[in-house]
């Protein structure tokens, strides 16, 4: 079994919102800082990136402070986002898909239940879920449609050695997570399945849910498969940046 390792990019942020937008419905008067982040899994053979950032032209156009493009931090720990084979798409979010079109070449998985949404169905363009959307997305992914990159995913499915994507519903319609083997076990890149950490730690959801039961349900999912609690990653926790070893500026080695 190949055994990996596990970068945290951060690409934008601190960002300010109310605390209830970390921990749902509570905290309201709290102010919190979130990042954004996307994360690359690789060992000396293989490189997988997990969600794509944003690029530069979108990161204008939503005015991201403290913008690094995916492409120019990945060269700073020796990746070509252009030679990049294989890149896994958590949900279809602006910020987690926004940056497809920097890697050229690589095959992109993604759930089709989390696919035919976006692309196919209406409700997708109502106001609360174009709130994630953004013009730029469905171009991205027409273009790897069309060029045959397209890997679209039904339930929990092994995508390379060691490397398993997991259907994790409810942030997102058919969020994925991704299983990693590790010298630590099996970690997991959660992303928004929790924004923070405490999302798990509390069993509570941060906000932004489309399917309440199905976040419940992969809480528990999540937390059955991963080798131990505190290697199940969430999606914008800044202790992401601020508890692990910081490699170049903005990249740190979670695992
Ligand atoms: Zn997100």
């Not at 469905?138 to 790897?144: P, V």
């Not at 990693?180 to 890149?189: A, E, F, W």
């Not at 924004?195 to 509570?204: A, E």
Request: aromatic content about 12%.
């Amino acid at each position: 079994m190949q055994q990996y390792e596990i970068y945290a990019i951060k690409y934008a942020g601190p960002f300010t919102s109310s605390g209830a937008f970390i921990m749902w419905m509570k905290n309201w008067s709290d102010t919190v800082e979130r990042n954004y982040y996307f994360w690359v899994i690789t060992n000396s053979t293989t490189t997988i990136v997990v969600d794509a950032g944003v690029s530069p032209q979108m990161a204008r156009q939503r005015k991201l402070v403290n913008y690094v493009s995916p492409d120019s931090a990945l060269k700073t720990i020796d990746i070509d986002a252009n030679t990049v084979e294989h890149v896994i798409l958590t949900h279809i979010h602006w910020d987690h898909a926004g940056g497809l079109s920097l890697f050229p070449e690589a095959s992109v998985y993604v759930q089709e239940k989390e696919y035919q949404f976006w692309m196919k169905d209406p409700i997708s363009k109502s106001p609360a879920f174009s709130f994630f959307w953004d013009e730029a997305l469905n171009k991205n992914l027409s273009d790897i449609e069309n060029s045959g990159r397209l890997k679209l995913i039904d339930g929990d499915q092994q995508i390379l050695p060691g490397v398993e994507c997991i259907l994790a519903p409810g942030h997102s319609i058919a969020l994925q997570a991704v299983a990693v083997n590790t010298v630590k076990g099996t970690s997991i890149l959660g992303s928004d399945c929790a924004h923070f950490f405490k999302n798990y730690q509390h069993n509570w959801p941060s906000a932004l849910i489309a399917d309440m039961v199905g976040w419940m349900q992969s809480f528990e999912k999540l937390k059955q498969k991963v080798s131990s609690p505190e290697l199940l990653f969430p999606g914008h926790d800044p202790l992401m940046s601020q508890n692990y070893p910081e490699i170049e500026e903005g990249i740190t080695r979670l695992v």
